[in-house]
């Protein structure tokens, strides 16, 4: 058996400059820490077995150099050198080396292409693609974790197959198109052979067909001409009554016009009297404007004089009240002066009694020298002894003094105070008044300004709803008269239009109750975005006129014959052939049914008939794509229009919208055109009374400044009267509350002077009393000597009439003064009131002066608003006559439009029958001319002595679509001259209707028996030679192309099974050998005998096309799925796959990585026996472990260590085991030495 040997390596990822891995056993074992490089070996393995940068953990190829996972690479290249020796230890040296972003390959030595290479490998057998010699870390969970699809994707790459797989999918596709191809040539043939016998069938009924068409036309000819025959009889009779009918409205016309002059005339003359009545109504509304401005300002000027006048009144009033005031204050003073003098007399009267009482007391006691001279000796000693005494006497005696004059001042301050006080009362009372008067004039004016706002708020409000309104209004005008602008067309239309209204009126007039109206003015859309549809599909019956009857019908075609007017469209409601709706198309995705979106008016019960006359089944899409598809791509075609007026007819014709169209889908908003006028009408009269409404702002403007001067007067009011109880009121109210105060502090101080001085009286008593003893003591013998009982005697006698003096002295004096201050108050007041009496006349006459120019000007103004009235007043009258005349006018028109409408009735009476005749003559015209044109139509072989049937042409009912008028057809198909010998005599004798009708009746029977057999009978291939030689030769070359096919896909089938029989032979030779080995590896794995893994194919005819189940039975436990098994039963599971596809394709050496990493210990164990005695008789075994359990039953160990410089770099060591036994006594373990 051949082994590996030793691999070399140099600069390859970990593994730093040239270094050996190996030699290695047959079953050796690598381990270390992790980290360290282990992988890092598979990995070298991996790439000198040829495997791409991408299984080998990077992205490219130069990553595998050491140091350049940190960009560091040592070198530019590196190498990995595999060492195998054969079975004769013949060695083979397999090296690849990194050069740039390429590899190069040798073998022994000598540079190979990689896929020489890969083919040296595969004779060792080692195949690249299987990778049947390297099991990657992960590689066993992944293959446990496999479900059937991506086993089957295994056992292909194992097999092989997988190479065949594209060639199997193309060849296969080929076949399919085959087959199809051949398929869809034989349904060609089938049907062209089936083509073939239907036209011999069709040859015969064509021939039997012609025949009965030949003999239809013949009745069909008898029948025309039969009916062309007696209708020109009964046209000729028609003619000449309609002469006669003609000639009397002819008559009866000429009286209507002399009528309608008259009317004419009258009107001229109306309009004429209502211009100048307009004329006058617009001069007094311009007099209303003057005067409205005349009387505000009459108004104002009055109000301002009364404002004056009333200001005068106060002030004189005031002036009035000053004066009574002074008065007083002139009484009061005059009385302060006679009291003053009489104060003065008092006191000199007094002076004369004093000095006469004087003389008299010199009288009474007379000293003598010597005895004078000895009392004022003892006197003095007297002085000298009650000198101490004398001093506090004296001192206490200034003092009482002094207490007695601040008691006078006192009392006087009193006596001032109470007179200040009863002062600052009357004017408190003043202020009070006052402020009273202008509360009250302030309440007064409150309430005339609410009085005058309320006014205003209400005429602001009535003026505000009219200026809104008035908006309202001419926004609705505009929009209405944009809307009648937009309505009309250009003069000729309205010309032409305006004279088929007319007509139109007229027909409503007469026939009020079975004329009903244009159809476009009894209906409309439900919405807007369907107008240009509905009018698409209405075409011309858009302007058709709605009638109950077609007698009714034909009456109106009379009488718009007889107008010579356009053209007019008729729907007569009883004679509409109107076919039943197909309820099915209400169902249609995306579309309605046209007579859904139409909605009809009220006046006509019987509209919607007339609605689903005119619609029938079309429909209504919103976009172009909807319609085409509801038109052209259901089971049947069907009518549709889009909004955009699009329409596909049945037939495939698709018609466009256009401007002519839009045009036309106008007329839905034009139709309400007499009620916008009226509308204008309507805003126009209500405009004009707002206008009216709109003179009231100069009452406003008058209400506002009343307002405005109440206002200002109150506020100047309010002003003063704040003055007045803010600030006058309380500082009176101060200034009496502060005279009080002082009143009362006077009142105290003179309670307590009054006290104190009874005090110093009695001390006065006292020292007078020790001084009298002393006296009397000095005295004793003096006043013995003069004869009386003391020295007092004689001095109080003397001294009691000087104190009574002196205190009378003071009283004079003290009330003199009282008196002074008092007048020089009073005149100081009046000085005052003088001052204010000036102002208040001068203002007075000031004011007059204003109220007298005020009054000039007001005089002016009613002057002028009297003339105003006086004018205005002309003119109402005027007005009044103007309006008689008017009346007048209206009355005598009237008159003549009834004259007038008494004689168009009899117009109309007359014209009535002539219509009738006309319209009879109108049918029978019709009637030739239809007979005419379904000759012509058919084909009929009728025989014209003059003229030609090619002149003979359709009559369309749309005026606006055709040039030619029915007149014109009439005429031309009058020169017709008609050959009727054809004709049966026995038919042509005829001349009562009876018998008419009863013969028509016969030949329309005969006709109609012969198209029901024609009918009945399927109408046959009339082309059925011409196409018996097309469809001999579509046969031919049908089944030429039916055997080619069939030649290709035979071919194609061949090719098919020997691709399939290549790839089924390789999976299943694969398959096989794993399915039979796969039990015996997975006993041997357990242990077990009793152990089961089968392998079975879902698709066992071509099993890479379905998935492969792998299913064990692990000892002791009953059959379950892999989901099932535990995770160590699922690595021995997958351990045996793997080795069971191994043995598919044998390899020398085998490579694991980490296979025992989901095992347990009792699992390792079963594994390393099974791995030795494989290594031992069929392949060697290499694995990187890191289980003791695992590599401590190995041959050989290749211990992998780092070691960290600039970057990590991975070295070797080994260890031979050969020659330490495995211990028997523990199966997973082995005495092992110091390593």
Same mark, same amino acid.
């Given at each position: ?120 490998? $595969? ?21 446990? #974790? ?244 004398? =001093? ?16 006078? +001042? ?10 200040? @006080? ?32 309320? *006014? ?52 409503? *007039? ?162 309400? #055109? ?76 003179? $309670? #307590? ?83 204010? @009496? ?34 205005? =007043? ?76 090619? /002149? ?15 007149? /014109? ?5 009058? =020169? ?37 057999? @024609? ?26 192309? +039916? ?34 080995? @796969?039990?015996?590896?997975? =006993? ?34 009953? +059959? ?55 290594? *031992? ?59």
């Amino acid at each position: 058996m051949g082994y590996l040997k030793q691999i070399d390596v140099e600069n390859f990822k970990s593994w730093k400059g040239k270094q050996t891995i190996g030699p290695f056993k047959r079953f050796s074992c690598i381990i270390g820490t992790n980290g360290s490089g282990k992988s890092n070996v598979m990995d070298a393995l991996g790439f000198v077995m040829g495997e791409r940068a991408s299984s080998l953990r990077v992205k490219q190829t130069k990553d595998l150099i050491y140091g350049a996972h940190v960009n560091k690479p040592v070198s530019r290249t590196a190498s990995v050198t595999m060492r195998y020796c054969s079975d004769n230890d013949e060695e083979t040296i397999f090296s690849r080396t990194i050069s740039g972003e390429s590899s190069e390959y040798r073998v022994n030595g000598r540079q190979v292409t990689p896929s020489r290479y890969t083919a040296e490998l $595969e004779k060792i057998g080692v195949v690249v693609k299987a990778r049947n010699c390297l099991v990657f870390q992960g590689t066993v969970e992944s293959i446990a #974790m496999m479900n059937a699809k991506e086993r089957t994707k295994l056992f292909e790459r194992i097999s092989n197959s997988i190479e065949l797989a594209n060639e199997y999918d193309a060849k296969l596709a080929a076949l399919h198109n085959a087959k199809e191809d051949t398929w869809f040539h034989f349904n060609r043939k089938r049907a062209a052979a089936a083509e073939k016998k239907q036209v011999f069938k069709d040859k015969t009924e064509a021939e039997k067909y012609q025949a009965l068409l030949e003999q239809l036309n013949e009745s069909k000819l008898q029948l025309s001409l039969f009916q062309l025959y007696h209708n020109e009889r009964g046209i000729n009779a028609l003619v000449e009554t309609l002469r006669e009918k003609q000639e009397a409205v002819t008559v009866k016309k000429s009286v209507v016009e002399e009528w309608e002059q008259t009317v004419k005339a009258q009107k001229k003359e109306h309009g004429r009297l209502s211009r100048e009545l307009q004329k006058l109504e617009k001069e007094i509304k311009s007099q209303e404007e003057t005067l409205n401005h005349q009387r505000p300002q009459y108004i104002k000027a009055k109000v301002n004089t009364s404002h004056h006048q009333r200001k005068v009144e106060e002030v004189h009033t005031s002036l009035l009240k000053t004066q009574r005031q002074q008065a007083k204050k002139e009484q009061e003073l005059q009385e302060l002066k006679t009291e003053l003098a009489e104060l003065e007399k008092a006191w000199r009267v007094f002076e004369a009694e004093i000095a006469e009482r004087a003389a008299q007391r010199g009288e009474d006691v007379q000293l003598e020298e010597a005895q004078l001279e000895r009392y004022k000796e003892l006197k003095e000693l007297a002085r000298k002894k009650g000198a101490v005494l004398l =001093q506090k006497a004296e001192k206490l005696h200034r003092e009482v003094k002094a207490d007695r004059e601040k008691l006078e +001042f006192d009392k006087r301050r009193e006596s001032e105070v109470e007179i200040n @006080i009863k002062h600052a009362e009357e004017h408190l009372d003043e202020l009070n008044r006052r402020a009273g008067k202008l509360e009250e004039y302030s309440i007064t004016s409150n309430k005339a300004l609410d009085e005058q706002r309320e *006014r205003e708020r209400c005429l602001r409000q009535m003026l505000e709803r009219g200026r809104v309104r008035m908006l309202e209004l001419n926004e609705e005008l505009g929009v209405v008269g944009q809307e009648l602008q937009s309505a009309r067309m250009d003069s000729q239309e309205n010309r032409r239009q305006q004279r088929r209204d007319e007509i139109f009126q007229s027909l409503c *007039r007469l026939y009020p109750d079975v004329v009903y109206g244009r159809l476009m003015d009894l209906c409309q859309p439900i919405h807007k975005k369907y107008q240009l549809a509905v009018t698409k599909v209405f075409g011309h019956y858009m302007n058709a006129i709605v009638v109950s009857s077609a007698k009714v019908a034909r009456d109106c075609i009379q009488i718009i014959k007889e107008e010579r007017a356009e053209r007019e469209t008729f729907l007569p409601i009883d004679n509409l052939d109107v076919k039943p709706l197909n309820e099915r198309l209400r169902e249609v995705r995306g579309a309605k049914m046209v007579v859904d979106v139409v909605q009809c008016s009220q006046k006509a019960p019987q509209l919607k008939r007339v609605v689903q006359f005119v619609c029938g089944n079309s429909l209504v899409c919103e976009n172009l794509k909807d319609a085409r598809r509801v038109a052209f791509d259901g089971p049947e075609r069907l009518k549709t229009v889009s909004l955009d007026g699009t329409l596909f007819s049945k037939s495939g014709v698709i018609s466009g919208g256009s401007v002519h169209l839009r045009h036309k889908a106008r007329r839905w908003e034009e139709k309400d #055109m007499n009620g916008l006028k009226e509308r204008k009408e309507q805003l126009s009269a209500e405009l004009r009374e707002l206008i009216k409404l709109k003179r009231k702002e100069a009452e406003l403007h008058q209400i506002t400044a009343q307002a405005q001067g109440i206002q200002t007067r109150l506020k100047y009011s309010n002003s003063e009267l704040g003055s007045v109880r803010k600030k006058n009121i309380p500082a009176c109210q101060s200034e009496i509350s502060r005279l009080q105060s002082e009143l009362s502090n006077l009142k105290s101080q003179i $309670e #307590m002077q009054t006290n104190n001085l009874k005090v110093n009286d009695s001390r006065v008593s006292a020292l007078q009393d020790e001084l009298n003893h002393m006296e009397d003591t000095v005295f004793s013998d003096f006043c013995a000597e003069i004869g009386v009982a003391n020295i007092r005697e004689y001095e109080q006698d003397y001294l009691r009439q000087q104190g009574e003096i002196e205190n009378k002295r003071l009283q004079f004096e003290s009330q003199r003064t009282r008196l002074n201050t008092q007048l020089e108050y009073e005149q100081e007041q009046l000085y005052k009131q003088h001052r204010l @009496i000036s102002k208040m006349e001068d203002s007075i006459k000031k004011e007059e002066e204003v109220i007298l120019m005020l009054k000039e000007d007001e005089k002016k103004l009613l002057a002028a608003v009297d003339e105003s009235q006086v004018k205005l =007043q002309d003119l109402k009258n005027k007005q009044a006559e103007q309006k008689s005349y008017v009346n007048k006018a209206k009355a005598d028109l009237d008159k003549r439009i009834s004259g007038l409408q008494e004689n168009s009735r009899d117009l109309v009476k007359q014209q009535k029958e002539m219509i009738s005749v006309e319209t009879a003559l109108e049918h029978q015209r019709l009637c030739k001319h239809n007979l005419l044109l379904g000759c012509k139509i058919e084909g009929l072989p009728l025989t014209v002595l003059s003229g030609t049937l090619d /002149d003979i042409s359709d009559i369309q009912l749309d005026s606006d679509s055709v040039s030619i008028t029915t007149q /014109d057809i009439y005429e031309r198909e009058e =020169q017709i001259l008609i050959d009727y010998r054809p004709l049966g005599d026995h038919l042509k004798s005829l001349t009562e209707e009876q018998e008419v009708m009863t013969q028509l009746e016969v030949l329309r029977e005969k006709v109609s028996s012969l198209e029901r057999m @024609i009918h009945m009978s399927k109408p046959p291939n009339m082309k059925a030679l011409e196409k018996m030689i097309e469809v001999k030769d579509t046969f031919r070359g049908v089944a030429d192309a +039916f055997e080619a096919s069939a030649s290709v896909s035979k071919k194609c089938y061949q090719e098919f099974e020997q691709v399939k029989s290549m790839r089924f032979h390789r999976f299943s030779q694969c398959f096989e050998h794993v399915s039979v080995s @796969i039990n015996h590896i997975y =006993q041997d794995l357990c242990r077990n005998n009793s152990a089961q893994a089968t392998l079975s194919a879902e698709n066992p005819d071509e099993p890479y096309l379905g998935g492969i189940s792998y299913n064990c039975v692990a000892p002791g436990k009953r +059959f379950m799925s892999m989901d099932n098994l535990s995770g160590g039963e699922k690595s021995i599971a997958a351990l045996a796959l793997v080795f069971a596809i191994h043995s598919f394709r044998p390899a020398p050496f085998f490579v694991l990585d980490e296979v025992d990493a989901a095992l347990d210990n009792t699992n390792i164990g079963k594994v390393t026996s099974f791995i030795r005695e494989q290594s *031992r008789n069929n392949f060697q075994v290499i694995v990187i472990s890191l289980k003791e359990e695992f590599y401590s039953r190995s041959d050989a160990l290749l211990g992998v260590y780092s070691e960290f410089d600039d970057c990590m770099s991975s070295h070797l060591l080994s260890l031979d085991l050969t020659p330490y036994p495995i211990n028997d006594e523990n199966g997973n373990e082995r005495e092992m030495g110091m390593m």
